[in-house]
């Protein structure tokens, strides 16, 4: 998946400032862009999937500690319901990529 930052995003009030957030966001973002052509339990899977790739790699990048599925599922769990919700959710796991 390609996470080419768009003049949209750089444009966005929600997209986190610095990395790794910025990088998790911005490949949430890219995802949830083709929602409109999945049923729900397919557009979260592939979000979900998504944000899992961009957190793997963040994480090498940044040599923080990669997230699990799991670890992305709950913080995707975390961030429901927030009116930065994307925010909210690539926050959630840079803050545990750097949790030891």
């Known amino acids: 998946m390609s996470t080419e930052v768009g003049l949209d995003m750089l444009n966005d009030f929600f997209r986190p400032a610095m990395e790794p957030a910025q990088s998790i966001y911005d490949a949430f973002v890219l995802a949830s ?3 409109h052509k999945k049923d729900m339990k397919d557009w979260l899977h592939y979000e979900r999937v998504a944000v899992l790739q ?3 790699k963040a994480a ?3 040599r923080l500690r990669a997230p ?3 670890d992305v599922e709950n913080a ?3 961030a429901r319901g927030h009116c930065d919700y994307g925010a909210k959710w690539a ?3 840079a803050n545990m990529m750097r949790a030891t």
């Open 33 to 35: 862009s083709t929602r």
């Open 54 to 56: 961009a957190s793997t």
């Open 60 to 62: 090498v990048t940044h």
């Open 68 to 70: 699990t599925l799991t």
């Open 76 to 78: 995707e769990q975390i």
């Open 91 to 93: 926050r959630t796991i």
